[in-house]
């Protein structure tokens, strides 16, 4: 019984022959045998056909003849050296055996589309700018690597996208230190995969720390997938996110040394930097503070009041629908101390307008780092090239 890809893959394709051999079994026993006794003639030596196409005709038989007699000839000369013919069989099937150094092991053949994707994951916690400023040393090194007239197009996709654009773009992207890196190649070029192969090297070591693998380019590699970053997921699922990430971690060493295995990484971060703010309910209330108050407003200084209270505004002339949003400028709110001075106004709740206070009037803070999505699964992925790298 197939399963997965395999079953998607094949049971089509099997079902396609066993109704082609059906509907040419079925053929064979009623159209085949009335054509034959209305166009054949009973005297097999005659063809029945005149003219050029008679002549055609019967000097093909005549070639047909002697090759069966050239092939009777050949067949006993065979049977009377079987020792050397079973030889020669044998020297030809154990010479295909070496085959298997060079053969891959894929469903479908790899087929070069000149397409290259590549996932670019800095220190978990790099701001949007700096990580741009690292993406752009990795392009000056596509740049040295691939030749000019074989570089065609190279764009870059930094931080998070917009969120419906999800539904048609996989990505592995959790935060702002993620990036995308699609290169299109000219029609006429070199091997992708040695590309690849070189680039990632090159970057391992003129940028340590950062992690570099590629990801499935064209359409054929991304149906096999389902649509995941790599043709293996390995995925823990459990109620502690931080105990399947622990076990991913064991598991990690253990997969690197599959012979095969390339790309091998998890895809989480648990090492995100993270401000924890704790609001002292006693001090709250005697401010006339809510704790969701507190939380709206900081969300509004920092993340916009898109997060809290979206906003948007549409272009009737374009079409484009924009969104409208206030928040704090960054450069102002650049250190610790600046975030506690985010103002608290009670009079959002009907309270009195004039007893404004801030965040460090009723909340202290505590660093840590915390994993940057919300899954509770732990994934370790790998690509599986076989003989291809």
């Keep these: 019984m197939l399963k997965g890809v395999s079953k998607f893959l094949f049971t089509p394709l099997a079902m396609a022959v066993i109704f082609a051999m059906l509907t040419s079994y079925l053929l064979s026993r009623t159209l085949v045998a009335t054509m034959a006794i209305n166009l054949l003639p009973e005297d097999p030596k005659e063809h029945g056909v005149g003219g050029r196409v008679g002549e055609y005709l019967e000097r093909f038989d005549q070639a047909f003849e002697r090759f069966k007699e050239r092939y009777r000839r050949g067949l006993t000369t065979a049977l009377h050296h079987r020792g050397l013919v079973l030889g020669c069989v044998g020297v030809v099937i154990l010479s295909s055996l070496l085959l298997l150094l060079a053969v891959g092991q894929d469903f479908f053949p790899y087929v070069d589309a000149g397409q290259i994707k590549l996932h670019v994951r800095v220190p978990a916690g790099t701001r949007l700018e700096e990580t741009e400023r690292m993406m752009a040393k990795v392009e000056n090194i596509v740049c040295d690597t691939i030749p000019p007239d074989e570089l065609q197009l ?34 006429k070029h070199h091997p992708s995969l040695g590309y690849i192969k070189k680039i990632r090297q090159t970057v391992n070591e003129r940028m340590p720390g950062m992690q570099i693998y590629s990801q499935a380019a064209d359409i054929t590699s991304q149906v096999l997938n389902f649509g995941l970053s790599a043709p293996i997921d390995v995925q823990f699922q459990g109620r502690d996110a931080y105990s399947s990430y622990k076990l991913a971690v064991e598991l990690l060493p253990k997969v690197t040394t599959i012979p095969g295995a390339g790309d091998v990484r998890i895809p989480e971060t648990f090492d995100y930097p993270t401000l924890r703010v704790n609001i002292d309910r006693a001090k709250a209330l005697q401010l006339g503070i809510s704790e969701n108050l507190a939380t709206q407003n900081l969300l509004n200084s920092l993340a916009s009041s898109v997060v809290v209270a979206p906003n948007n505004w549409l272009d009737w002339d374009t079409g484009v629908n924009y969104s409208v949003a206030v928040q704090t400028p960054q450069h102002v709110v650049n250190s610790i101390d600046e975030v506690l001075k985010t103002p608290i106004n009670p009079s959002a709740v009907g309270g009195n307008s004039s007893s404004t206070s801030s965040y460090g009037n009723s909340t202290s803070t505590s660093s840590t780092s915390t994993s940057s999505t919300s899954t509770t699964n732990a994934q370790t992925r790998w690509s599986r090239w076989g003989s291809r790298t």
């Design 154 to 187: 190279m764009t870059d996709h930094i931080g998070l996208p917009v969120y419906w654009a999800l539904l048609f773009y996989q990505t592995d992207t959790i935060g702002p230190q993620d990036a995308d890196l699609q290169i299109e190649l000219s029609k």
